[in-house]
C-alpha cells in the first residue's frame, strides 16, 4: 500500500478552463476527504464521502465544483470556468471510520493563469 | 465555530533544542486531535493522533498532549535537527452531519539551525 495517491501533482489552466483531479485512497479506507489549501493556511474542508455518498459539501464548494465517488474508490474532483481565486493546492486524504487517523496525499497544486 | 490557533507563527532555534509548539482551539467538543508536519509544496505527513480520551502520545522525540478543558494542544520537540525544519499543523477532528471534519490552525513554520 502507497499511502494516499493524487494526480497530477501540478496543473496550471488557463482562466475559465476546466480541470479535473483524482485522488486514489489507502484502499481499504471507507471515507475520503477533499481540502483546499492556500499560501500560509492551514487546509480547509470541502467534502466528504462515505464509500460512494457524498455526506457534507461546505459553503466554499460553489457551484462550479463537483466531487464524485462514483464506486466507493477513487474519486474526482471537478473544477469548471476556473477563476484566479481557486489557484491553491487541493488535498485528499481518506480514513477508516470516523474516529481513526487521516492520511493526507501530497496534494495537486493548481495555478489558473 | 471551533477555530484553531498556533503560536508561534513561526520559530527558529539552534539544533539540538528542545521546543514546544502551541495549539489551542475554542471549542472543547472534539474527539480527536492530529499534529501533521508539511514540507514546501508537499502535502500533509501525519505525526500523532490523540484520541478524546487520551492525555498525550509518543512517538520517537515528539511528544504531543492534549487537555480538552483548557482547548490546548502541545507538541514537544526533543533534541531538534535540521531535518525537523517544516510547518507544523494541529487539526481538531469535529463531529458534522453523522460524519466527522478537521479544522486546522494555521501552522509553525520552523526552522532548526545548524
Known amino acids: 500500500d502507497t499511502g494516499v495517491s493524487q494526480d497530477p501533482r501540478h496543473k496550471i489552466t488557463k482562466r475559465g478552463q476546466n480541470v479535473t483531479f483524482r485522488c486514489d485512497p489507502i484502499?481499504?479506507?471507507?471515507?475520503l476527504y477533499w481540502y483546499r489549501q492556500t499560501l500560509g493556511q492551514g487546509p480547509e474542508f470541502l467534502t466528504y464521502?462515505?464509500?460512494?455518498?457524498?455526506?457534507?459539501k461546505s459553503r466554499l464548494l460553489s457551484d462550479r465544483f463537483s466531487a464524485e465517488r462514483p464506486k466507493g474508490s477513487f474519486s474526482t474532483l471537478e473544477i469548471q470556468r476556473t477563476e484566479q481565486g481557486d489557484s491553491a493546492m487541493y488535498l485528499c486524504a481518506s480514513s477508516l471510520g470516523a474516529r481513526t487517523e487521516a492520511f493526507f496525499g501530497q496534494g495537486t497544486r493548481l495555478t489558473v493563469v | 465555530k471551533q477555530e484553531v490557533t498556533q503560536i508561534p507563527a513561526a520559530l527558529s532555534v539552534p539544533e539540538g533544542e528542545n521546543l514546544v509548539l502551541n495549539c489551542s482551539f475554542t471549542?472543547?467538543?472534539?474527539?480527536?486531535l492530529q499534529w501533521f508536519r508539511q514540507d514546501p509544496g508537499k502535502g500533509l505527513t501525519s505525526l500523532l493522533l490523540?484520541?478524546?480520551?487520551?492525555r498525550e502520545q509518543t512517538s520517537g522525540r515528539l511528544n504531543a498532549s492534549l487537555d480538552k478543558s483548557s482547548g490546548r494542544s502541545t507538541l514537544y520537540i526533543a533534541a531538534s535537527q535540521p531535518g525537523d525544519s517544516a510547518t507544523y499543523l494541529c487539526a481538531v477532528y469535529i463531529l458534522t452531519g453523522g460524519g466527522n471534519k478537521l479544522t486546522f490552525g494555521t501552522g509553525t513554520q520552523l526552522k532548526v539551525e545548524l
Open positions: 484502499s481499504e479506507h471507507n471515507r
Open positions: 471549542d472543547s467538543a472534539i474527539y480527536n
Open positions: 464521502f462515505q464509500n460512494e455518498a457524498q455526506l457534507e
Open positions: 490523540i484520541q478524546s480520551s487520551q
